[in-house]
């Protein structure tokens, strides 16, 4: 399942596919971006980082791609699993302090 | 669980009465930011401290707001004459240094009545 064009609010994926999160940024200052997940009730979950010497960064099932270019920022989930079904949210920042949080894609993950 | 902390998780109170909030960062993080985040939208920032300094305040922080951490460890959020408005999620998040990932704690929900 992927998020098409800029932002969608929403992602439903079927269990086991990939998954991709698209993120417009908007300041092109920014340099230092971070994915985090929230689940209902609980705070924003460090995800993973990039930064803007970087065009893309993996993690344990993740992986971040930075096109500076466009200002765009995409998370790519492997193996979708039930546990991931939450709100994820692309934050940017150009100052190493106060994060700019976009609008949020709440990801469904069918069984 | 060496997470960021914040108490209380809840709090309801009616219009007009003060509330304070607290936030118990991860260990040896320099960095403590608030954040406040309203229903279906991300987290707004809302002001940091490098220790106990409090470098940056948001202008979503009216006067009504004060933040303090007094010995570079826990910080509190005070809001005095609590508002409608108001209600929200409380988050605190604390970072080791620059440009090093902020983690959140789970927030302390506000809700006036």
């Known amino acids: 399942g992927e998020s098409v064009g800029l932002h969608l609010p929403t992602l439903s994926v079927q269990e086991g596919d990939n998954s991709i999160i698209n993120c417009a940024y908007s300041?092109?200052?920014?340099?230092?971006f971070i994915w985090y997940k929230q689940e209902s009730g609980k705070g924003p979950q460090f995800i993973i980082d990039?930064?803007?010497?970087?065009d893309k960064r993996q993690g344990q099932r993740v992986t971040v791609l930075l096109n500076k270019t466009v200002k765009h920022l995409s998370l790519q989930i492997a193996a979708t699993q039930p546990g991931d079904s939450a709100v994820y949210f692309c934050?940017?920042?150009?100052?190493?302090?106060?994060?700019?949080f976009g609008a949020g894609t709440t990801v469904t993950v069918r069984a | 669980d060496t997470g960021v902390s914040q108490n209380p998780r809840h709090k309801i109170t009616k219009r007009g009465q003060n509330v304070t909030f607290r936030c118990d960062p991860i260990?040896?993080?320099?960095?403590l930011y608030w954040y406040r985040q309203t229903l279906g939208q991300g987290p707004e920032f809302l002001t940091y401290?490098?220790?106990?300094?409090?470098?940056?305040k948001s202008r979503l922080l009216s006067d009504r707001f004060s933040a303090e951490r007094p010995k570079g460890s826990f910080s509190t959020l005070e809001i005095q004459r609590t508002e409608q408005g108001d209600s929200a999620m409380y988050l605190c998040?604390?970072?080791?240094?620059?440009?090093?990932?902020?983690?959140f704690g789970d927030g302390t929900r506000l809700s006036i009545l």
């Open positions: 260990s040896e993080h320099n960095r």
């Open positions: 300041n092109s200052a920014s340099d230092y």
């Open positions: 998040a604390s970072s080791h240094d620059r440009n090093q990932p902020q983690h």
């Open positions: 401290f490098q220790n106990e300094a409090q470098l940056e």
């Open positions: 934050a940017e920042t150009y100052n190493d302090y106060k994060l700019s």
């Open positions: 990039i930064r803007s010497n970087m």
